[in-house]
């Protein structure tokens, strides 16, 4: 069903499919050993291989949000009335036992056309189906899929009827999270942004568009553009959804500063925060996203910056993105750094030198830099710390520039 064929006809791996039932009522699928686990309409697990078979249903709208619906599941419900409440055509195909493609609502021509089109009016009761589309958008896209014309209509129908407003903080984030972990998870923000939904859902991301940086700077001027070359960047750096939420949310700052001062963002790192801190609370991101967030927001600046630093500064800056102590963490922070330095007009292919020198420096202050002769010494509490600090910035000093060439 659904996913699975899709996936099948596109020769992509299918991990996990599921089964319509048609015909059958609850008791009878109890009385055969399945394992009901269901809660708004009747699904059930497989005694023997735990794949989900749910009753062939009906859906009926009657009320605000993705919840608001009634659910019919009689065994007089057609596999054609169950396909037809689904969001796109590309999902609403099926198999049967001889493993014959039913496809009454044109999935397949849509697959080859490579059109993520919806199956019918009734897509616009579900206002979860415009994060969805967004989603598939994203996970398509290198393959060329486009939102259908007719389908982005009805997307910006729903997000200017108020009701995006209703879907659960946990929904939205699994939705972001997972448009994170495909190959364009720019396009997610794209489609929403052009379904009219991203100032709903994102404001801080959407106020981006339209903000200018100074041109010599970035090329590319559209603070808003910037954010997706530098979150694209990033996908094709790392495949980590925490250093990808940290490229998308690290110039929220820009989308505060004041029109008097533009292009320039004095002082957008602090400013930008709380805005972080703000849509992390919102949507109740994991702390790994958000700590992450944080440091590349505060701090990217001041890594593009590194050649320019006295030892002493680049020292805090270590601190500060915790490569001592989080070493694995620092290694995302300086991806996410490196996305924001490619993610640039012109800027793509240019190697980020600062992040290969202090990679570099940081392996040669923990080989040369230790704390036992320091121990030995009897320092002990600040003046231990502030030995420490002066033995590494002596060692920063003396690091040469070359290594990052």
């Not at 596999?79 to 036992?97: G, H």
């Not at 903000?211 to 010599?216: F, G």
């Not at 963002?265 to 958000?290: K, S, T």
């Not at 600046?301 to 050649?307: M, Q």
Request: aromatic share 8%; proline share 6%.
């Amino acid at each position: 069903m659904g996913g699975a064929v899709r996936d099948e006809l596109l020769g992509l791996p299918v991990t996990e499919r599921d089964w319509v039932v048609v015909g059958a009522t609850p008791e009878e699928m109890t009385a055969l050993g399945f394992r009901p686990v269901g809660r708004d309409f009747p699904v059930f697990l497989h005694p023997e291989t735990g794949e989900e078979y749910a009753l062939a249903r009906t859906e009926r709208k009657t009320g605000r949000g993705y919840k608001g619906f009634t659910f019919y599941a009689g065994p007089d419900v057609t596999l054609e009335e169950d396909l037809r409440r689904r969001d796109l055509t590309v999902n609403a195909m099926a198999r049967d036992r001889e493993g014959r493609l039913i496809d009454p609502w044109g999935g397949r021509a849509d697959l080859e056309a490579r059109v993520l089109r919806h199956v019918s009016p009734a897509f616009v009761e579900d206002p979860l189906r415009v994060l969805r589309v967004a989603r598939f958008a994203a996970r398509f896209a290198p393959l060329g899929f486009v939102v259908a014309a007719e389908t982005m209509a009805l997307m910006r129908v729903i997000a200017a009827r108020g009701e995006l407003a209703d879907l659960t903080p946990e929904r939205v984030w699994q939705e972001l999270d997972r448009a994170l972990g495909t190959d364009a998870p720019a396009e997610f923000v794209a489609t929403l942004r052009h379904a009219g939904a991203l100032v709903v859902l994102f404001p801080e991301i959407d106020r981006l568009f339209g903000v200018p940086q100074r041109a010599d700077y970035h090329p590319e001027v559209d603070t808003g553009l910037h954010t997706l070359l530098a979150l694209s960047k990033a996908a094709e750096l790392s495949p980590e959804r925490a250093v990808r939420f940290a490229a998308l949310v690290h110039d929220l700052g820009k989308g505060t500063t004041a029109p008097e001062i533009l292009p320039r963002h004095v002082g957008h790192e602090e400013r930008g925060l709380p805005l972080v801190d703000a849509l992390c609370d919102r949507l109740r991101a994991p702390n790994e996203y958000r700590e992450l967030a944080r440091i590349v927001t505060r701090l990217h600046l001041l890594c593009h910056k590194v050649f320019e630093l006295r030892p002493a500064t680049v020292l805090r800056l270590l601190k500060a993105a915790d490569a001592f102590r989080r070493r694995a963490r620092f290694e995302r922070f300086l991806l996410a750094v490196e996305a924001d330095a490619r993610g640039r007009h012109g800027f793509e292919d240019r190697p980020y030198r600062q992040g290969r020198w202090l990679r570099a420096l940081v392996d040669h202050l923990e080989r040369t830099v230790q704390v036992e002769p320091l121990l030995a010494q009897g320092l002990r509490g600040a003046e231990l710390g502030a030995a420490l600090d002066r033995a590494r910035e002596a060692a920063i000093r003396a690091f040469p520039r070359e290594v990052a060439e």
